[in-house]
């Protein structure tokens, strides 16, 4: 079974800056992508940011040059850069796993940036 543990939200003021990381575990040796979602309150989940086994990664369009998704295959962890923060980046942030059909998502983190 997959697990996703997502770490490293918090209260930020604006403009600073949090990196966000999930560590997968369970999930073999499988070709896959990973990428973070985020909702914020009273909106739709969206995607943020992908990043497949190859090293590539797709980026939403409404997401600037702010966000910076990576991976440690070593350590089957993701990870989310986000710097100048603004208030409109509060949200919960999500992991998710794809791979073969099969979705598995985290927990979430908070993150919430102050004005």
């Known amino acids: 079974q997959v697990q996703l543990v997502e770490s490293g939200g918090g209260l930020v003021q604006f403009g600073g800056s949090l990196r966000l990381s999930c560590a997968a575990s369970?999930?073999?040796?499988?070709?896959?992508?990973m990428g973070w979602y985020r909702q914020a309150p009273g909106k739709e989940r969206e995607l943020v940011a992908a990043i497949d086994t190859a090293g590539t990664t797709n980026y939403a369009d409404s997401v600037d040059g702010r966000f910076t998704i990576s991976r440690d295959y070593a350590k089957n962890t993701v990870y989310l850069q986000i710097n100048s923060l603004k208030p409109e980046d509060t949200a919960v942030y999500y992991c998710q796993y794809r791979s073969y059909g099969y979705v598995y998502w985290g927990q979430g983190t908070q993150v919430t940036v102050s004005s």
């Open positions: 369970g999930t073999g040796f499988r070709p896959n992508t």
